[in-house]
Protein backbone atom coordinates (compact mmCIF):
# COMPACT_ATOMS: atom_id res chain seq x y z
CA UNK A 1 0.00 0.00 0.00
CA UNK A 2 1.49 3.75 -0.95
CA UNK A 3 1.63 6.18 1.73
CA UNK A 4 -1.04 8.82 0.55
CA UNK A 5 -0.55 12.17 1.72
CA UNK A 6 0.91 15.63 2.31
CA UNK A 7 -0.48 17.63 -0.17
CA UNK A 8 1.50 21.37 -0.88
CA UNK A 9 0.95 24.53 0.47
CA UNK A 10 3.15 26.51 2.02
CA UNK A 11 0.96 29.47 3.83
CA UNK A 12 2.05 31.47 7.28
CA UNK A 13 -0.64 31.47 9.98
CA UNK A 14 -0.91 35.33 10.60
CA UNK A 15 -3.21 37.10 13.02
CA UNK A 16 -5.67 39.82 11.68
CA UNK A 17 -6.83 43.03 12.83
CA UNK A 18 -10.58 43.26 13.58
CA UNK A 19 -11.59 39.77 15.20
CA UNK A 20 -14.47 39.44 17.90
CA UNK A 21 -17.68 40.07 17.68
CA UNK A 22 -21.30 39.13 18.67
CA UNK A 23 -23.24 37.38 16.13
CA UNK A 24 -26.65 38.09 17.19
CA UNK A 25 -30.45 37.23 15.48
CA UNK A 26 -33.61 35.71 15.75
CA UNK A 27 -35.31 31.90 14.76
CA UNK A 28 -38.60 31.94 13.60
CA UNK A 29 -41.08 28.92 13.09
CA UNK A 30 -42.37 28.28 9.74
CA UNK A 31 -45.41 30.33 9.95
CA UNK A 32 -43.27 33.28 10.96
CA UNK A 33 -43.70 33.04 15.05
CA UNK A 34 -40.83 33.09 17.65
CA UNK A 35 -38.61 29.83 18.11
CA UNK A 36 -37.83 29.56 21.76
CA UNK A 37 -35.36 26.91 22.66
CA UNK A 38 -34.17 26.27 19.03
CA UNK A 39 -30.79 25.13 19.14
CA UNK A 40 -28.51 26.84 16.53
CA UNK A 41 -24.94 26.13 15.68
CA UNK A 42 -22.54 29.20 14.21
CA UNK A 43 -19.32 28.85 12.38
CA UNK A 44 -16.97 31.57 10.35
CA UNK A 45 -17.31 28.48 7.63
CA UNK A 46 -19.49 26.26 5.93
CA UNK A 47 -17.59 23.36 7.99
CA UNK A 48 -17.15 24.12 10.62
CA UNK A 49 -16.02 24.57 13.39
CA UNK A 50 -18.86 25.15 14.75
CA UNK A 51 -19.98 26.88 18.77
CA UNK A 52 -23.60 26.13 19.41
CA UNK A 53 -26.18 28.42 21.67
CA UNK A 54 -29.63 28.37 22.35
CA UNK A 55 -32.44 30.89 21.60
CA UNK A 56 -34.67 32.26 24.66
CA UNK A 57 -38.13 33.22 24.60
CA UNK A 58 -38.52 35.71 22.26
CA UNK A 59 -36.12 33.40 19.70
CA UNK A 60 -33.39 35.54 19.93
CA UNK A 61 -30.05 34.58 20.09
CA UNK A 62 -26.08 36.24 20.49
CA UNK A 63 -22.85 34.73 20.51
CA UNK A 64 -19.59 36.26 20.67
CA UNK A 65 -16.97 34.37 17.70
CA UNK A 66 -13.71 35.39 17.23
CA UNK A 67 -13.73 36.42 13.57
CA UNK A 68 -13.30 39.59 11.28
CA UNK A 69 -15.81 42.02 11.78
CA UNK A 70 -16.59 41.62 7.99
CA UNK A 71 -16.62 37.75 7.86
CA UNK A 72 -19.56 35.95 6.74
CA UNK A 73 -21.51 33.60 9.15
CA UNK A 74 -22.75 30.33 8.78
CA UNK A 75 -26.06 29.40 10.84
CA UNK A 76 -27.89 26.47 11.47
CA UNK A 77 -30.85 25.86 13.47
CA UNK A 78 -32.60 22.44 14.52
CA UNK A 79 -35.20 21.67 16.85
CA UNK A 80 -39.24 21.36 17.56
CA UNK A 81 -39.71 24.28 15.36
CA UNK A 82 -37.76 22.84 12.63
CA UNK A 83 -34.57 23.67 10.73
CA UNK A 84 -32.68 26.48 8.61
CA UNK A 85 -29.65 27.54 7.41
CA UNK A 86 -27.95 30.86 6.13
CA UNK A 87 -24.55 30.00 4.76
CA UNK A 88 -21.61 32.68 4.55
CA UNK A 89 -24.30 35.42 5.34
CA UNK A 90 -22.79 39.44 6.54
CA UNK A 91 -25.92 40.40 7.78
CA UNK A 92 -26.33 42.60 10.98
CA UNK A 93 -28.70 40.62 12.17
CA UNK A 94 -29.45 37.00 11.35
CA UNK A 95 -32.90 35.17 10.94
CA UNK A 96 -33.45 31.83 9.94
CA UNK A 97 -36.81 31.10 8.95
CA UNK A 98 -37.28 27.14 9.67
CA UNK A 99 -38.44 24.92 7.14
CA UNK A 100 -40.31 21.54 8.36
CA UNK A 101 -39.19 18.52 9.40
CA UNK A 102 -40.47 14.73 8.83
CA UNK A 103 -40.50 12.02 10.52
CA UNK A 104 -38.37 8.92 8.89
CA UNK A 105 -37.08 5.61 9.89
CA UNK A 106 -34.48 2.90 9.70
CA UNK A 107 -33.75 -0.82 10.51
CA UNK A 108 -30.53 -1.32 12.13
CA UNK A 109 -28.99 -4.81 12.45
CA UNK A 110 -25.58 -6.90 13.68
CA UNK A 111 -23.79 -8.30 11.51
CA UNK A 112 -25.72 -11.48 12.21
CA UNK A 113 -28.46 -10.24 10.88
CA UNK A 114 -29.81 -9.63 15.35
CA UNK A 115 -31.41 -6.37 15.51
CA UNK A 116 -29.57 -3.44 17.35
CA UNK A 117 -30.91 -1.39 19.86
CA UNK A 118 -29.72 1.88 21.51
CA UNK A 119 -28.06 3.58 17.95
CA UNK A 120 -28.43 6.69 17.66
CA UNK A 121 -28.20 8.93 14.36
CA UNK A 122 -26.62 12.04 14.17
CA UNK A 123 -26.96 14.99 11.23
CA UNK A 124 -23.87 14.91 8.56
CA UNK A 125 -24.39 16.87 6.03
CA UNK A 126 -28.07 18.13 4.49
CA UNK A 127 -27.98 18.75 0.46
CA UNK A 128 -28.33 21.90 -1.34
CA UNK A 129 -31.74 21.21 -3.26
CA UNK A 130 -34.91 19.01 -3.08
CA UNK A 131 -34.25 16.29 -5.61
CA UNK A 132 -36.60 17.70 -8.33
CA UNK A 133 -34.76 20.67 -8.76
CA UNK A 134 -30.73 19.90 -8.18
CA UNK A 135 -30.02 19.92 -11.71
CA UNK A 136 -29.93 23.77 -11.60
CA UNK A 137 -26.83 23.81 -8.50
CA UNK A 138 -23.31 21.74 -8.13
CA UNK A 139 -24.81 18.86 -5.96
CA UNK A 140 -22.68 19.81 -3.25
CA UNK A 141 -23.28 20.00 0.30
CA UNK A 142 -25.31 23.06 1.67
CA UNK A 143 -23.51 22.58 4.96
CA UNK A 144 -22.44 20.11 7.29
CA UNK A 145 -23.52 19.95 10.95
CA UNK A 146 -22.07 20.22 14.34
CA UNK A 147 -20.86 17.11 15.92
CA UNK A 148 -24.08 17.20 18.42
CA UNK A 149 -26.98 17.44 15.85
CA UNK A 150 -28.79 14.60 17.10
CA UNK A 151 -32.27 13.70 14.88
CA UNK A 152 -33.18 10.33 15.82
CA UNK A 153 -32.58 7.43 18.49
CA UNK A 154 -32.16 5.15 20.70
CA UNK A 155 -33.89 2.37 18.50
CA UNK A 156 -35.27 0.68 20.14
CA UNK A 157 -35.50 -3.86 21.26
CA UNK A 158 -36.55 -4.53 16.87
CA UNK A 159 -33.98 -2.12 15.76
CA UNK A 160 -36.60 0.71 14.70
CA UNK A 161 -34.66 3.94 14.43
CA UNK A 162 -37.00 6.41 14.39
CA UNK A 163 -35.57 9.74 12.47
CA UNK A 164 -36.33 13.44 12.00
CA UNK A 165 -34.93 14.91 9.20
CA UNK A 166 -35.29 18.15 7.04
CA UNK A 167 -38.38 17.45 4.48
CA UNK A 168 -37.31 16.61 0.93
CA UNK A 169 -33.40 16.47 1.59
CA UNK A 170 -31.39 14.02 1.14
CA UNK A 171 -29.29 13.97 3.90
CA UNK A 172 -25.83 11.74 4.88
CA UNK A 173 -26.09 10.55 8.78
CA UNK A 174 -23.54 9.14 11.34
CA UNK A 175 -24.71 5.98 13.15
CA UNK A 176 -23.51 5.49 16.69
CA UNK A 177 -23.89 2.72 19.19
CA UNK A 178 -21.68 1.43 22.38
CA UNK A 179 -19.45 -1.33 21.30
CA UNK A 180 -20.10 -0.46 17.46
CA UNK A 181 -18.10 0.81 15.04
CA UNK A 182 -19.42 4.17 13.67
CA UNK A 183 -21.42 4.44 10.05
CA UNK A 184 -22.73 6.88 7.51
CA UNK A 185 -25.64 6.36 5.77
CA UNK A 186 -26.64 8.72 2.61
CA UNK A 187 -30.93 8.86 2.52
CA UNK A 188 -32.16 10.49 -0.41
CA UNK A 189 -35.72 12.09 -0.31
CA UNK A 190 -38.56 10.12 -0.91
CA UNK A 191 -36.41 6.94 -1.27
CA UNK A 192 -36.53 3.49 1.09
CA UNK A 193 -33.33 2.26 2.42
CA UNK A 194 -33.01 -1.16 3.42
CA UNK A 195 -31.13 -2.23 6.24
CA UNK A 196 -28.18 -0.90 8.14
CA UNK A 197 -25.61 -3.00 9.44
CA UNK A 198 -23.44 -1.90 12.29
CA UNK A 199 -20.18 -3.99 12.73
CA UNK A 200 -18.60 -4.70 16.23
CA UNK A 201 -16.11 -2.71 16.87
CA UNK A 202 -12.67 -4.07 17.02
CA UNK A 203 -9.78 -2.29 18.80
CA UNK A 204 -5.76 -2.42 17.58
CA UNK A 205 -3.08 -2.23 20.58
CA UNK A 206 0.71 -1.88 19.20
CA UNK A 207 3.87 -1.01 20.35
CA UNK A 208 5.71 1.02 18.06
CA UNK A 209 9.64 0.79 18.07
CA UNK A 210 12.24 2.94 16.44
CA UNK A 211 14.81 1.70 13.54
CA UNK A 212 16.76 0.48 16.89
CA UNK A 213 13.82 -0.82 18.77
CA UNK A 214 13.71 2.02 21.11
CA UNK A 215 9.65 3.08 22.13
CA UNK A 216 8.68 5.54 20.30
CA UNK A 217 7.25 7.90 22.84
CA UNK A 218 4.50 11.10 22.02
CA UNK A 219 4.53 9.68 18.06
CA UNK A 220 1.08 10.21 16.23
CA UNK A 221 -0.34 7.01 14.99
CA UNK A 222 -3.39 6.91 12.35
CA UNK A 223 -5.22 4.37 10.90
CA UNK A 224 -6.09 4.65 6.88
CA UNK A 225 -8.13 1.96 5.40
CA UNK A 226 -8.38 1.21 1.14
CA UNK A 227 -12.08 -0.51 1.84
CA UNK A 228 -14.01 0.41 5.10
CA UNK A 229 -18.01 0.14 4.44
CA UNK A 230 -17.25 0.19 0.84
CA UNK A 231 -15.68 3.66 0.60
CA UNK A 232 -12.09 3.72 -0.22
CA UNK A 233 -9.73 6.62 1.45
CA UNK A 234 -10.92 6.23 4.97
CA UNK A 235 -9.26 7.58 7.90
CA UNK A 236 -9.95 6.30 11.67
CA UNK A 237 -9.66 8.74 14.60
CA UNK A 238 -5.50 8.95 15.42
CA UNK A 239 -3.80 8.55 18.53
CA UNK A 240 -0.36 9.39 20.56
CA UNK A 241 1.78 6.80 21.92
CA UNK A 242 2.69 6.98 25.63
CA UNK A 243 5.91 7.02 26.59
CA UNK A 244 6.39 3.08 26.27
CA UNK A 245 5.24 3.36 22.64
CA UNK A 246 1.93 1.59 23.01
CA UNK A 247 -0.88 2.97 21.00
CA UNK A 248 -4.38 2.16 21.28
CA UNK A 249 -7.20 2.78 18.65
CA UNK A 250 -10.99 2.04 18.58
CA UNK A 251 -13.78 2.07 17.35
CA UNK A 252 -12.94 -0.12 14.11
CA UNK A 253 -15.01 -1.92 11.97
CA UNK A 254 -13.18 -5.53 10.48
CA UNK A 255 -10.49 -4.79 7.68
CA UNK A 256 -8.48 -6.47 5.71
CA UNK A 257 -6.53 -4.02 4.09
CA UNK A 258 -5.09 -1.27 6.25
CA UNK A 259 -2.38 0.75 7.12
CA UNK A 260 -0.99 2.21 10.39
CA UNK A 261 0.56 5.60 9.50
CA UNK A 262 3.27 6.24 11.96
CA UNK A 263 4.45 10.20 12.27
CA UNK A 264 7.44 10.91 14.72
CA UNK A 265 10.34 13.49 15.41
CA UNK A 266 13.69 13.29 16.24
CA UNK A 267 16.67 16.19 17.32
CA UNK A 268 17.28 16.71 13.02
CA UNK A 269 14.80 14.84 10.84
CA UNK A 270 10.79 13.87 11.35
CA UNK A 271 10.19 10.40 10.25
CA UNK A 272 6.58 9.65 8.16
CA UNK A 273 6.11 5.54 8.72
CA UNK A 274 3.42 2.59 7.55
CA UNK A 275 2.57 -0.81 8.46
CA UNK A 276 0.33 -3.03 6.75
CA UNK A 277 -2.06 -4.08 9.14
CA UNK A 278 -5.60 -6.28 9.59
CA UNK A 279 -8.55 -5.44 12.18
CA UNK A 280 -10.70 -8.37 12.82
CA UNK A 281 -14.42 -7.36 13.59
CA UNK A 282 -15.49 -6.94 17.31
CA UNK A 283 -11.83 -8.12 18.61
CA UNK A 284 -9.10 -6.34 20.53
CA UNK A 285 -6.09 -6.92 18.07
CA UNK A 286 -3.17 -7.36 19.13
CA UNK A 287 -0.07 -6.20 16.71
CA UNK A 288 2.40 -6.93 19.56
CA UNK A 289 5.96 -4.75 18.30
CA UNK A 290 5.98 -2.96 15.53
CA UNK A 291 9.44 -1.43 14.47
CA UNK A 292 9.55 1.68 12.38
CA UNK A 293 11.71 1.30 8.94
CA UNK A 294 14.16 4.03 8.72
CA UNK A 295 13.00 5.08 5.52
CA UNK A 296 14.81 7.27 2.90
CA UNK A 297 16.64 10.44 3.82
CA UNK A 298 14.63 13.37 1.86
CA UNK A 299 16.49 16.83 2.25
CA UNK A 300 14.93 20.11 2.06
CA UNK A 301 17.67 23.04 1.51
CA UNK A 302 16.48 26.51 2.00
CA UNK A 303 18.75 29.35 0.84
CA UNK A 304 19.12 33.10 -0.22
CA UNK A 305 19.04 34.21 -3.97
CA UNK A 306 22.93 34.39 -3.60
CA UNK A 307 22.92 30.16 -2.72
CA UNK A 308 23.48 31.16 0.93
CA UNK A 309 21.55 28.72 3.59
CA UNK A 310 18.90 30.41 5.75
CA UNK A 311 18.69 28.79 9.47
CA UNK A 312 15.84 28.42 11.51
CA UNK A 313 12.77 28.23 8.74
CA UNK A 314 10.86 25.26 10.38
CA UNK A 315 8.12 23.72 7.94
CA UNK A 316 5.17 22.07 9.50
CA UNK A 317 3.54 18.64 7.87
CA UNK A 318 -0.33 20.20 7.07
CA UNK A 319 -1.71 17.01 7.71
CA UNK A 320 -3.83 15.06 10.58
CA UNK A 321 -0.43 14.89 12.58
CA UNK A 322 0.16 18.51 12.54
CA UNK A 323 4.14 18.32 13.32
CA UNK A 324 6.55 20.31 12.86
CA UNK A 325 10.02 19.78 10.83
CA UNK A 326 12.99 20.63 13.18
CA UNK A 327 14.29 24.01 11.73
CA UNK A 328 16.77 24.54 9.37
CA UNK A 329 20.38 24.76 10.74
CA UNK A 330 22.79 26.61 9.55
CA UNK A 331 24.08 24.92 6.73
CA UNK A 332 19.87 25.39 5.64
CA UNK A 333 18.92 21.93 5.93
CA UNK A 334 15.93 20.11 7.72
CA UNK A 335 15.01 16.40 6.91
CA UNK A 336 12.10 14.04 6.25
CA UNK A 337 12.24 10.75 6.18
CA UNK A 338 9.83 8.72 3.85
CA UNK A 339 8.92 5.27 2.97
CA UNK A 340 9.34 4.05 -0.79
CA UNK A 341 6.21 5.02 -3.19
CA UNK A 342 5.36 7.93 -4.22
CA UNK A 343 4.51 11.12 -2.43
CA UNK A 344 3.07 15.00 -2.84
CA UNK A 345 4.25 16.79 0.31
CA UNK A 346 2.03 18.61 1.84
CA UNK A 347 4.04 21.65 3.85
CA UNK A 348 3.13 25.05 5.51
CA UNK A 349 5.72 27.40 6.87
CA UNK A 350 5.00 27.53 10.39
CA UNK A 351 8.06 30.14 11.07
CA UNK A 352 10.06 32.12 8.95
CA UNK A 353 12.80 34.31 10.01
CA UNK A 354 13.01 38.08 8.66
CA UNK A 355 13.37 39.44 6.63
CA UNK A 356 12.73 36.62 4.01
CA UNK A 357 9.85 35.67 2.33
CA UNK A 358 8.91 32.55 0.32
CA UNK A 359 9.23 33.70 -3.67
CA UNK A 360 7.17 30.85 -5.67
CA UNK A 361 4.61 28.16 -4.48
CA UNK A 362 6.34 24.73 -3.42
CA UNK A 363 4.65 21.67 -4.84
CA UNK A 364 6.74 18.65 -4.90
CA UNK A 365 6.11 15.58 -6.02
CA UNK A 366 8.92 12.88 -5.48
CA UNK A 367 9.40 9.67 -5.95
CA UNK A 368 11.25 7.42 -3.12
CA UNK A 369 12.80 4.36 -4.61
CA UNK A 370 14.25 1.84 -1.48
CA UNK A 371 18.05 2.32 -1.16
CA UNK A 372 18.36 5.55 -3.46
CA UNK A 373 18.47 8.69 -1.37
CA UNK A 374 16.33 11.67 -3.50
CA UNK A 375 17.54 14.85 -4.87
CA UNK A 376 17.62 17.74 -2.20
CA UNK A 377 14.84 19.85 -2.43
CA UNK A 378 16.26 23.07 -2.42
CA UNK A 379 13.65 26.28 -1.23
CA UNK A 380 14.65 29.50 -2.57
CA UNK A 381 14.13 32.79 -0.42
CA UNK A 382 14.04 36.53 -0.80
CA UNK A 383 14.02 39.58 1.01
CA UNK A 384 10.41 40.92 1.79
CA UNK A 385 8.87 42.97 4.00
CA UNK A 386 4.84 42.89 4.84
CA UNK A 387 2.41 44.64 2.66
CA UNK A 388 0.19 48.12 3.64
CA UNK A 389 -1.52 50.74 2.04
CA UNK A 390 -4.76 52.37 1.96
CA UNK A 391 -7.74 50.96 0.06
CA UNK A 392 -9.62 53.37 -1.58
CA UNK A 393 -12.68 53.57 -4.45
CA UNK A 394 -11.99 55.37 -7.09
CA UNK A 395 -13.61 58.81 -6.20
CA UNK A 396 -10.68 58.71 -3.18
CA UNK A 397 -13.05 57.39 -0.70
CA UNK A 398 -11.44 54.94 1.66
CA UNK A 399 -13.05 51.52 2.30
CA UNK A 400 -12.94 51.11 5.69
CA UNK A 401 -14.45 47.71 7.66
CA UNK A 402 -13.72 45.42 4.30
CA UNK A 403 -12.39 41.90 4.87
CA UNK A 404 -10.02 40.87 1.91
CA UNK A 405 -8.06 38.19 0.97
CA UNK A 406 -4.41 38.99 -1.14
CA UNK A 407 -3.12 36.23 -3.03
CA UNK A 408 1.33 35.94 -4.70
CA UNK A 409 3.22 34.01 -5.26
CA UNK A 410 4.14 31.14 -1.98
CA UNK A 411 1.80 33.05 -0.09
CA UNK A 412 -1.72 34.66 0.80
CA UNK A 413 -3.87 36.57 3.48
CA UNK A 414 -6.81 38.17 4.37
CA UNK A 415 -6.72 41.33 6.58
CA UNK A 416 -9.51 43.79 7.33
CA UNK A 417 -9.58 48.04 6.65
CA UNK A 418 -9.29 50.29 9.31
CA UNK A 419 -11.59 53.45 9.59
CA UNK A 420 -9.67 55.46 7.15
CA UNK A 421 -8.65 52.20 4.79
CA UNK A 422 -5.43 51.03 5.88
CA UNK A 423 -4.53 47.37 6.17
CA UNK A 424 -0.98 45.52 6.64
CA UNK A 425 -0.28 42.59 6.53
CA UNK A 426 1.91 40.29 9.05
CA UNK A 427 3.38 38.14 6.07
CA UNK A 428 6.62 39.53 4.26
CA UNK A 429 6.70 40.09 0.12
CA UNK A 430 9.27 40.52 -2.30
CA UNK A 431 9.41 43.07 -3.97
CA UNK A 432 8.23 42.89 -7.50
CA UNK A 433 5.49 39.80 -6.85
CA UNK A 434 2.59 39.85 -8.42
CA UNK A 435 -0.41 40.67 -5.92
CA UNK A 436 -3.91 39.84 -6.65
CA UNK A 437 -7.32 40.23 -4.82
CA UNK A 438 -8.37 36.48 -3.92
CA UNK A 439 -11.33 37.34 -2.34
CA UNK A 440 -13.82 40.80 -1.16
CA UNK A 441 -16.25 40.64 1.97
CA UNK A 442 -18.13 43.66 2.73
CA UNK A 443 -21.53 44.06 3.95
CA UNK A 444 -23.25 46.15 1.30
CA UNK A 445 -20.65 45.85 -1.89
CA UNK A 446 -19.56 43.23 -4.16
CA UNK A 447 -16.98 43.03 -6.75
CA UNK A 448 -16.71 42.18 -10.06
CA UNK A 449 -13.94 40.74 -12.57
CA UNK A 450 -11.80 43.19 -13.28
CA UNK A 451 -12.66 45.90 -10.73
CA UNK A 452 -9.13 45.16 -8.64
CA UNK A 453 -6.18 43.99 -11.24
CA UNK A 454 -3.12 42.77 -9.55
CA UNK A 455 -0.37 45.22 -8.97
CA UNK A 456 3.11 44.31 -8.43
CA UNK A 457 4.58 44.38 -4.44
CA UNK A 458 6.38 47.94 -4.15
CA UNK A 459 10.39 47.93 -2.44
CA UNK A 460 10.50 47.41 1.03
CA UNK A 461 8.99 50.58 3.29
CA UNK A 462 6.95 51.17 0.50
CA UNK A 463 3.45 51.68 0.53
CA UNK A 464 0.84 49.04 -1.96
CA UNK A 465 -2.61 51.78 -2.28
CA UNK A 466 -5.63 49.91 -3.95
CA UNK A 467 -8.15 51.73 -6.15
CA UNK A 468 -10.88 49.26 -6.29
CA UNK A 469 -14.27 50.17 -8.31
CA UNK A 470 -17.38 48.58 -5.64
CA UNK A 471 -20.99 48.02 -6.73
CA UNK A 472 -23.88 47.59 -3.85
CA UNK A 473 -25.52 44.81 -3.24
CA UNK A 474 -29.21 44.27 -4.01
CA UNK A 475 -32.46 43.67 -2.24
CA UNK A 476 -34.56 40.91 -3.24
CA UNK A 477 -38.44 41.24 -2.97
CA UNK A 478 -41.76 40.31 -4.68
CA UNK A 479 -45.63 38.72 -4.24
CA UNK A 480 -46.50 35.78 -4.75
CA UNK A 481 -50.45 35.33 -6.40
CA UNK A 482 -52.00 32.04 -7.14
CA UNK A 483 -53.82 30.82 -10.56
CA UNK A 484 -57.10 33.21 -9.70
CA UNK A 485 -54.90 35.85 -9.23
CA UNK A 486 -55.48 36.58 -5.09
CA UNK A 487 -52.14 36.43 -3.01
CA UNK A 488 -50.41 33.36 -1.02
CA UNK A 489 -50.33 34.11 2.49
CA UNK A 490 -47.79 32.37 5.14
CA UNK A 491 -46.08 30.22 1.99
CA UNK A 492 -42.70 29.73 2.43
CA UNK A 493 -40.43 30.87 0.20
CA UNK A 494 -36.99 30.11 -0.81
CA UNK A 495 -34.64 31.75 -2.53
CA UNK A 496 -30.95 30.29 -3.87
CA UNK A 497 -27.92 31.66 -4.62
CA UNK A 498 -25.83 30.09 -6.94
CA UNK A 499 -21.89 30.72 -6.04
CA UNK A 500 -19.53 31.91 -9.01
CA UNK A 501 -17.13 28.94 -7.96
CA UNK A 502 -18.97 25.32 -9.27
CA UNK A 503 -17.19 23.58 -6.44
CA UNK A 504 -19.26 25.91 -3.56
CA UNK A 505 -22.28 24.95 -2.54
CA UNK A 506 -25.67 27.59 -3.19
CA UNK A 507 -26.92 30.18 -0.43
CA UNK A 508 -30.56 29.01 1.16
CA UNK A 509 -32.75 31.96 2.11
CA UNK A 510 -36.03 31.45 3.47
CA UNK A 511 -39.00 33.94 3.88
CA UNK A 512 -42.77 33.52 4.58
CA UNK A 513 -45.08 35.39 2.68
CA UNK A 514 -46.99 38.29 4.03
CA UNK A 515 -51.23 38.31 4.31
CA UNK A 516 -50.65 40.42 1.18
CA UNK A 517 -48.80 37.69 -0.43
CA UNK A 518 -45.05 39.51 -0.29
CA UNK A 519 -41.88 38.87 0.64
CA UNK A 520 -38.51 40.20 1.13
CA UNK A 521 -34.81 39.15 1.43
CA UNK A 522 -31.71 40.81 2.67
CA UNK A 523 -29.59 42.64 0.29
CA UNK A 524 -27.84 40.07 -2.03
CA UNK A 525 -24.30 40.57 -4.82
CA UNK A 526 -25.67 42.03 -8.28
CA UNK A 527 -25.34 39.72 -11.06
CA UNK A 528 -25.81 36.52 -9.02
CA UNK A 529 -28.10 34.09 -10.18
CA UNK A 530 -31.08 33.86 -8.15
CA UNK A 531 -33.75 30.91 -8.20
CA UNK A 532 -36.97 31.21 -6.16
CA UNK A 533 -38.73 27.58 -5.01
CA UNK A 534 -41.75 28.13 -3.17
CA UNK A 535 -42.28 24.83 -1.01
CA UNK A 536 -45.41 23.23 -1.64
CA UNK A 537 -46.04 24.90 -5.28
CA UNK A 538 -44.53 25.25 -8.71
CA UNK A 539 -44.20 28.40 -10.38
CA UNK A 540 -45.96 28.83 -13.95
CA UNK A 541 -43.07 31.16 -15.20
CA UNK A 542 -39.46 30.45 -14.23
CA UNK A 543 -38.16 31.04 -11.38
CA UNK A 544 -34.32 31.52 -12.30
CA UNK A 545 -33.95 35.62 -12.40
CA UNK A 546 -30.33 37.34 -12.02
CA UNK A 547 -29.61 40.52 -9.71
CA UNK A 548 -28.79 43.69 -11.78
CA UNK A 549 -25.96 45.96 -10.62
CA UNK A 550 -27.80 49.26 -11.76
CA UNK A 551 -31.43 48.77 -9.59
CA UNK A 552 -32.66 47.33 -6.98
CA UNK A 553 -33.61 43.99 -8.30
CA UNK A 554 -37.85 43.21 -7.59
CA UNK A 555 -39.32 40.18 -8.26
CA UNK A 556 -42.55 40.67 -10.07
CA UNK A 557 -45.48 39.31 -9.19
CA UNK A 558 -45.50 35.23 -10.23
CA UNK A 559 -48.66 32.94 -10.88
CA UNK A 560 -48.23 29.96 -8.53
CA UNK A 561 -50.33 26.54 -8.80
CA UNK A 562 -50.20 24.02 -6.26
CA UNK A 563 -48.28 20.84 -7.24
CA UNK A 564 -50.53 17.86 -8.75
Not at 537 to 549: D, I, K, N, T
Request: proline fraction near 10%.
Amino acid sequence: MKLQGLLLGIWLTAATAGWGRPVAGLVLTPSGQPAAGQAVWLSAATDGPAERTTTGADGRFVLDLALPAAAPVTAVTYGQAGWAVLRETRAAELVLRCGPLEQRALQVKASDGTPLAGVTARCVMVRALASGVMWFFNPTPLFRCAPDLLVGGPSDATGALELRLPAGRDVSLRLQAPGRAAATVELSAGTATGPVVLAAAGTIRARLLDPQGRPLAAARANLWSGEAGGVAGSWWPGTTTAADGVCHLSGLPGLRRASLQVRYRTDRELVVAEHPVTVAEGRDNDLGDLRTSAGERCELLVTTPADQPVEGVTFQLFDWSGLELPPTGPDGRTWLRLPAGRHTLNLRVAKLPAPWAMTAPLEPRLEVVAGQTPPPLVVKLAAGSPLHGVVRQPDGTPLSGVHFGLQWPGGRESVTTGPAGEYQTQQRVSAGSTVTVAEYIAPASQMQPGDAPPLAAPAPGQALDFTWRTHPRQRVRGVLRDAAGQPVAAAPVSLYLNSDDPSSPPDERRAITAADGSYEFGVVAAGVPLLLWVEGYRLVEPGLVQARPDRELVLRPRVVVPWQ
